[in-house]
């Protein structure tokens, strides 16, 4: 349990890091949208709790687009990549055990 806790705690550290550099990544709420997309299609194991958060997110960021306030929804979308990263990342930890 102890290492499995580690582990989780590391795996968000790196991403955390990994996204920190988005030089190279689209600052278009669409493009990001589209990575979120493909992100969830990828069946990754999520609590309801954290496919809710993701969900409140985008519902949230297209809400701000709508507003034009486009650099608040894009923080949310980086909020959302950032969280399904490390779900990701859990759930290939996880399913390597």
Do not use: H, W
């Not at 590391?10 to 949208?33: F, I, Q, R, T």
């Amino acid at each position: 349990m102890k290492s499995k806790l580690i582990t989780v705690l590391l795996v968000m550290l790196l991403a955390v890091a990994g996204c920190s550099s988005s030089d190279s990544k689209s600052n278009s709420p669409d493009d990001k949208l589209a990575t979120i997309n493909t992100m969830m299609n990828k069946g990754y194991e999520m609590s309801e709790t954290q496919r809710q958060t993701v969900n409140e997110l985008i519902a949230d960021s297209k809400n701000l687009v709508a507003e034009g306030k486009q650099a608040e929804a894009n923080k949310l979308l980086d909020e959302a990549i950032e969280l399904l990263e490390v779900i990701a990342e859990t759930d290939r930890f996880n399913k390597s055990e």
